[in-house]
């Protein structure tokens, strides 16, 4: 089974310009989530959604940001106007969410590298 | 809220050492507990995971942790360090309300570890 594919691996870009990150979850998983990871602040929610719905997106550093899961099997984490502080890893996390009294493990995917420069 | 504290940023250990990482936690309710290891330029990958029972868990590649809950700690172990072990591991916490099912991770600073020969 292909587990969380992220993409771009890695992306440069100039400050202002427009970034768009992209995640699929595993196949089944009904939970995704957005974590970023820097040096400063280490590992940090962005964002998750539950059934293709937001639950909880008070990570989302700014209205810069913003995050959509338009199906099961797509979501989207985009930036406008990129900065250099936005620099960091960006990853995507999916789980199988059962019941309010189950909790299950999240498998991560291998980041997103973005430079702004 | 809830927090994860690694107390130490960095070991180092010669190869065939023992190893103990620790990981002290914050969290009202019984907690779901998490150890990733993360290599350069990876992604996070599960080592173990505590939800319930015995408090001594064991997890992939040799590691187990111990959940000790009067001292609000669950530190892992490993008997004898292998030179690819050496990575940075993350101690996380699933955080949220105790009956929401899976809810956001809430990660340690992390705690690199050098191995060497």
């Known amino acids: 089974d292909a587990g969380v594919i992220q993409s771009p691996r890695h992306e440069v870009t100039e400050m202002g310009q427009e970034v768009t990150l992209r995640c699929k979850p595993i196949?089944?998983?009904?939970?995704l989530f957005w974590y970023r990871q820097t040096m400063m602040r280490g590992l940090e929610l962005l964002i998750y959604?539950?059934?293709?719905?937001?639950?909880?997106d008070s990570g989302m550093p700014e209205d810069r940001f913003s995050a959509k899961m338009p199906n099961a099997s797509f979501s989207t984490l985009k930036i406008q106007p990129s900065e250099p502080r936005d620099s960091a890893v960006y990853f995507c996390?999916?789980?199988?969410?059962?019941?309010?009294?189950?909790?299950?493990?999240?498998?991560f995917g291998p980041g997103t590298r973005l430079t702004v420069l | 809220a809830q927090s994860v504290t690694q107390p130490d940023i960095h070991i180092t250990v010669s190869e065939g050492a023992s190893l103990e990482l620790r990981c002290n936690y914050s969290?009202?309710?019984?907690?779901?507990l998490f150890w990733y290891v993360q290599s350069p330029g990876q992604g996070l990958q599960l080592l173990l995971k505590?939800?319930?029972?015995?408090?001594l868990v064991q997890g992939i590649k040799g590691f187990e942790a111990e959940f000790k809950r009067s001292q609000s700690s669950f530190n892992l172990r490993k008997p004898s360090v292998h030179w690819s072990d050496a990575a940075e591991y993350f101690c996380?916490?699933?955080?949220?309300?105790?009956?929401?099912?899976?809810?956001?991770?809430?990660f340690g600073k992390g705690t690199r570890l050098s191995v060497i020969a």
């Open positions: 996390a999916s789980s199988l969410r059962v019941s309010s009294n189950s909790y299950n493990e999240q498998f």
């Open positions: 196949s089944g998983h009904n939970s």
């Open positions: 959604f539950n059934n293709n719905v937001p639950i909880d």
């Open positions: 969290y009202g309710a019984t907690p779901y």
């Open positions: 505590y939800f319930s029972g015995d408090t």
């Open positions: 996380a916490v699933g955080a949220g309300l105790w009956n929401s099912g899976n809810t956001p991770l809430v």
